[in-house]
T-cell receptor, first 118, second 113 residues
């Protein structure tokens, strides 16, 4: 069964450093997302990406964050200068179609990358 | 702001019995609701969904009920199995918002033999 994969599973970095989290979405999916979950809190939407551009982003997704699809398979989240509060589990997700109330458009999640900022 | 609330952090049910997980929401613009299941060290897995034009959707052992007037939905698992032990997240999507899912904090379900 196709699945979303993410690397690394755990990333430790020093405050102020840049990190890149990598994701390989399901191969025929066209819509890509990043979410994060700070320990003990809810899963929060960061950004969605379609047709090589950001289609929606939350207020969390400020100028420190960027996303890219550098080739036909990878989808990356970059944090330019990490802060302590960026420590969280970061989930990548993908879907095959845009959301419609009639059919949904369920998002399929990867296992996550745990980011620890020291 | 917590627009999707799962007020029970945990639930314990005996194998074979019904598990009922509850979710409340505050945003009347939500028009699509989803339940995800999450095992440790894995990402959330889609379980079942319901559109706001329906009040019930069933898939095997899983049924989701939606009460729009009460802004409440519930997930019923019948019969519960030990393999159902996981964290269950309720999520909702807002009309015209595009793609973002709004998640609750989750309910940890333990099904005991």
């Amino acid at each position: 069964e196709p699945e979303v994969t993410q690397t690394p599973s755990h990333q430790v970095t020093q405050m102020g450093q840049e990190v890149i989290l990598r994701c390989v979405p399901i191969s025929n999916h066209l819509y890509f997302y990043w979410y994060r979950q700070i320990l003990g809190q809810k899963v929060e939407f960061l950004v969605s990406f379609y047709n090589n551009e950001i289609s929606e982003k939350s207020e969390i997704f400020d100028d420190q964050f960027s996303v890219e699809r550098p080739d036909g398979s990878n989808f990356t989240l970059k944090i330019r200068s990490t802060k302590l509060e960026d420590s969280a589990m970061y989930f990548c997700a993908s879907s095959s179609r845009a959301f419609r109330v009639e059919w949904g458009g369920e998002q399929f999640f990867g296992p996550g990358t745990r980011l620890t900022v020291l | 702001d917590q627009q999707v609330k799962q007020n029970s952090p945990s639930l314990s049910v005996q194998e074979g019995r019904i598990s009922i997980l509850n979710c409340d929401y505050t945003n009347s613009m939500f028009d699509y609701f989803l339940w995800y299941k999450k095992y440790p060290a894995e990402g959330p897995t889609f379980l079942i969904s319901i559109s706001s034009i329906k009040d019930k959707n069933e898939d095997g052992r899983f049924t989701v009920f939606l009460n729009k007037s009460a802004k409440h939905l519930s997930l019923h698992i019948v019969p519960s199995q030990p393999g159902d032990s996981a964290v269950y997240f309720c999520a909702a999507r807002e009309t015209n918002s595009g793609y973002a899912l709004n998640f609750g904090k989750g309910t940890s379900l333990l099904v005991t033999p």
